[in-house]
């Protein structure tokens, strides 16, 4: 009679931790990590390429880049040659695309300077992907088509390959939800992308709950065409303010991504 009692005691025990280890019905704030693969690639710091220059000396291309809020990265380059008497400025500008797991990187440049005891300037284009050994940088190709100007006359032009990197980190962020469901099935609410304290991109969620499935589809509309991001977040379970599982699918700052959730353990 008491094992019997037991075996009841311990049923009534599991079928509780199994009701409250159910999803809810989206109320209130809800917090997704996202890391790992899922982390946004962010051009930062500081990268440099030199190279022989095929008449003694080392020509040297070095990158110094920031990215904004709205994924622009911009900043400067220098060009060296000490034997050469080459120094020449880069602004650079540009954006990364591509995906989270194969990033892209292509920077617009404009550059001015001096060689040889002439002025030079002229525009170009630097191509970067990840480098083929690992770490926190790109590997770039650059060209660009310059000019000699002697007292303002122009001498002539020439399109001149280079080398060189652009460093990143590896930036993880968060999507932070303020939900409500209305009748047991339609979800609205609020979201935003989050660095930190940083609030990269704002959002409209609309959606459908599922009480059979336990588990909301959703749909992050930016309040800001300009930035270009979107979320889908499918299948997803919600309980204690974190998701339990579904997918991410996202595009922000330039870049595509998508991660079984949740992705931070």
């Not at 500008?93 to 001015?112: C, E, F, R, W």
């Not at 962020?173 to 099935?185: A, K, P, W």
């Amino acid at each position: 009679m008491r094992l019997g009692l037991a075996r009841v005691c311990v049923a009534a025990v599991v079928a509780l931790w199994v009701a409250d280890t159910r999803a809810e019905t989206p109320d209130g704030a809800y917090t997704i990590a996202l890391d790992g693969d899922a982390a946004l690639v962010v051009p930062t710091g500081d990268g440099e390429v030199c190279e022989a220059d095929g008449s003694g000396g080392e020509v040297c291309v070095s990158t110094h880049v920031s990215t904004s809020v709205g994924g622009v990265v911009s900043g400067s380059g220098l060009v060296t040659d000490t034997l050469l008497e080459i120094s020449v400025d880069l602004d650079l500008v540009g954006q990364v695309s591509g995906s989270t797991t194969k990033p892209k990187l292509v920077l617009g440049l404009i550059a001015a300077g001096s060689a040889g005891g002439l002025d030079v300037g002229g525009k170009g284009k630097i191509k970067c992907a990840p480098a083929d050994g690992g770490g926190t940088v790109f590997d770039c190709q650059g060209k660009a088509k310059l000019c000699a100007f002697e007292l303002g006359h122009k001498l002539g032009c020439e399109k001149v390959p280079f080398a060189t990197q652009v460093a990143y980190a590896r930036q993880p962020f968060e999507l932070d939800l303020d939900l409500l469901t209305v009748l047991q099935s339609t979800v609205t609410g609020d979201a935003t992308a989050q660095i930190g304290a940083l609030t990269v991109a704002s959002y409209a969620v609309k959606g459908k709950y599922k009480p059979s499935a336990d588990a909301s589809t959703l749909v992050l509309k930016c309040t800001d065409d300009a930035l270009k991001s979107k979320v889908a977040l499918n299948k997803v379970v919600l309980a204690a303010g974190a998701p339990t599982a579904g997918t991410a699918v996202f595009k922000l700052m330039g870049q595509k991504g998508a991660v079984t959730l949740p992705s931070v353990p």
